[in-house]
Each structure stands twice: as structure tokens, then as C-alpha cells.
T-cell receptor, first 111, second 118 residues
């Protein structure tokens, strides 16, 4: 399974756009990139998933360059409630769906 | 999105006793379920992969005789912590992949179970 590297922590202010970049140099051809959000004492919540180029949903955008060795989660206009840990995971159908969590990025949104 | 539930949400037990945690996929059939453990301020650690009707696959370092996993149906997996000790106190989280989920790899997580062993 490809290893991921993310910043340990980030600070932002309400209303700003936040971009969290994840490196996954050893991503395999059939791997997808998935981002999860976790609040204290809760299970991770699915944010977005992509394979290549750009994916957008109602809460975030995911940018994946052509070489797929990194990805960037973009959260538009964050609020205090977006303070959480964000995990970038890489995995694909070839490994039965197993996901290995890295340390994640702790995002602190300030007023 | 798909919903995964866990029961109980928190449990306190005495050292030496066994505790069972249930993980259910409420609105989809889960071919594969996963069990994770998370200690305070740390990331999730995968313990085992559970497939319906077959034996669970445990990650290196996880004692299969201590953490018994049963995936009896496409909507239920159970984790039993046998002879629990204080060091087993942790936040246990399950996740599930639906029948149509493997290709997209979308995994849905339960709310977690807080286990405290006294």
C-alpha cells in the first residue's frame, strides 16, 4: 500500500480557503485517493475520492496532477466546525479495500 | 450516504472479562468490514479485515485469539475482546465496503466504541 505524507497541522481563519496537500509517490495504477475527516471520539467521515484530475462535491474539491504522486484537498470558506483531523488515504481494488491511515493533518480554524 | 452503526457506543468492563462490539451496515450489504483501534491523539490502526463467511485476516502484531472477529452476515460483524486488560482500553472503530464499493473504494465508518477496562 502506498504511503502518504501530509503536514501534521495547519491553522486557518474562518472564511478562508484551505488547501491540504498529500504526497503519495508510490501510488499504484489501480489506487484511488480518498480523504476523510475525523472529529474527536467519532469515526472518520468520507469527504471526497478521486482517481485523476479534479473532483468536486458539495463540501470539497480534490485536485490530482497527471503523475498522481500528490493530491490536494481544497476546503472553500472554512468555518470553526471544520476544525478536525483530515486523512489522505491511497488504496485500490487490488488490495481488498484495505486502507492504512497515516498521521493526518490537524486543521485548526480560528475565528 | 451509507450508514454504519456500532453498539455499544461506550463500555466499561473489569479486567479479565470479555467484551463484544457489534458493527452493522444499516442500508447496504457489506462484503468486507474492517476493525480499527485508535489511542488518544493517534491515528487509526488497522487491526483486521473481516469477510462474510470466512476467517478474518489480522494485521501483524494483532493477536487473533484475543480479538475474535465474526462476520456472520452481510450486515453484521462482531469484535470480541477476550480477557480484557487496561491496555486494551481504546477507541474501536469499524468500517464497511458495500457490494458495489470495491471499485470506487469508498469505505464507510461507524461512530466508534469507547472501551475502558478497569
Amino acid at each position: 500500500l502506498a504511503k502518504t505524507t501530509q503536514p501534521i497541522s495547519m491553522d486557518s481563519y474562518e472564511g478562508q480557503e484551505v488547501n491540504i496537500t498529500c504526497s503519495h509517490n508510490n501510488i499504484a495504477t489501480n489506487d484511488y485517493i480518498t480523504w476523510y475527516q475525523q472529529f474527536p471520539s467519532q469515526g472518520p467521515r468520507f469527504i471526497i475520492q478521486g482517481y485523476k484530475t479534479k473532483v468536486t462535491n458539495e463540501v470539497a474539491s480534490l485536485f490530482i496532477p497527471a503523475d498522481r504522486k500528490s493530491s490536494t484537498l481544497s476546503l472553500p470558506r472554512v468555518s470553526l466546525s471544520d476544525t478536525a483531523v483530515y486523512y489522505c488515504l491511497v488504496g485500490g481494488s487490488g488490495n481488498t479495500g484495505k486502507l492504512i491511515f497515516g498521521q493526518g493533518t490537524t486543521l485548526q480554524v480560528k475565528p | 450516504g451509507a450508514v454504519v452503526s456500532q453498539h455499544p457506543s461506550r463500555v466499561i468492563c473489569k479486567s479479565g472479562t470479555s467484551v463484544k462490539i457489534e458493527c452493522r451496515s444499516l442500508d447496504f450489504q457489506a462484503t468486507t468490514m474492517f476493525w480499527y483501534r485508535q489511542f488518544p491523539k493517534q491515528s487509526l490502526m488497522l487491526m483486521a479485515t473481516s469477510n462474510e463467511g470466512s476467517k478474518a485476516t489480522y494485521e501483524q502484531g494483532v493477536e487473533k485469539d484475543k480479538f475474535l472477529i465474526n462476520h456472520a452476515s452481510l450486515t453484521l460483524s462482531t469484535l470480541t475482546v477476550t480477557s480484557a486488560h487496561p491496555e486494551d482500553s481504546s477507541f474501536y472503530i469499524c468500517s464497511a465496503i458495500g457490494l458495489a464499493g470495491i471499485a470506487g473504494h469508498e469505505q464507510y465508518f461507524g461512530p466508534g466504541t469507547r472501551l475502558t477496562v478497569t
